[in-house]
């Protein structure tokens, strides 16, 4: 289990009491501090003086959640990673029914979300794109989700924040996905981290940047080289329109400045296909080198 955990103080002590209280021995339950301000760490240590489940890492500044799941998968000795909230919005009883579905031939189970909670709109908005764009089936990216290790060492070149993503990335990859449904409580204590209307903007963007790698990136030349060819005939077809009106003593100047900027958009588009092509091959090669030289086990700190 990985709990990325930022001024998290309040909470560390009834979480670990809860999940001692809901798990066996069997499972490992790893805090990643990241760059907490507050005691968080201070507070960890102590539970894992106490527990011997807990071990603790710390960030020495805050990376964001989606590198605090690396270091705690890096730190994990599991083949099982589940990314668990600090805030006890999940219960601890939950945690045994994800597992059983990767026990059952899953290689991902996510949360659907069940009961009230803030910016259920906005939520909805957002998973609803991310299913049309994706393909996906499953009603909810962002809630409790556990997964095979290997998932997300297939995936591991996460930017910031792409931790959203993991469910979009996966299915891309080939990875079987199922879906369970959680309740969804009130935040124990302290004060939510994503309340920034500006993160729904960048959230967003994050969407059409993942779409973009996922969809065009795998097959630039067919897209950007479809589109931008489109647009070369577009302004031979304009070009052609003007000649006419010429011809006939009705010539239009914007036309012809028109015919310019569509085939120089077009030759423009279609250089960024060639050149999307050499990005995709070096990245096809990136990935097969970086599967056959990390082993996991060889960067637990």
Known sequence: MIIPAYNEEENIFPLVDALSKALSNEYEVIIVDDGSKDKTFEF??????????????????????????????????GSYLLVFDADLQYSPIDIPRFVQEL???????????????????????????ARRIFGLKIHDMNAMKAFRKEVLWEIVSLRKDWHRFLVPLAKDKGYIITEL?????????????????????????????????????????????LLGFLTVFLGFIVGVIELIL????????????????????????????FIGESVAHLSERMERIEKEVRNPKDNIK
């Not at 489940?53 to 960030?59: D, G, I, M, Q």
């Not at 991902?108 to 957002?126: A, F, L, N, P, T």
């Not at 900027?261 to 077009?266: A, F, R, V």
Request: net charge positive.
């Open 246 to 273: 010429r011809i006939l003593g009705h010539g239009f100047r914007p036309m012809l400045y028109l015919v310019i900027l569509l085939i120089l958009s077009g030759l423009l588009i279609l250089g960024f296909g």
């Open 44 to 77: 960890s240590q102590q539970a894992a003086q106490k527990y011997k489940f807990l071990k603790v890492v710390k960030h020495k500044r805050n990376f964001g959640k989606t590198q605090a799941i690396i270091t705690g998968a890096d730190s994990s000795t």
């Open 103 to 129: 026990d059952n031939g899953a290689d991902m189970c996510v949360g659907w979300k069940q009961g009230k909670y803030e910016k259920r709109g906005v939520s909805s908005i957002y998973n609803s794109l």
């Open 181 to 225: 449904k959680v309740q969804l409580y009130p935040r124990h204590a302290g004060e939510p981290k994503y309340q920034s209307p500006f993160r729904v903007f960048i959230g967003l963007l994050d969407l059409t940047a993942v779409g973009f790698q996922i969809r065009v990136m795998r097959k630039p030349m067919f897209y950007l080289g």
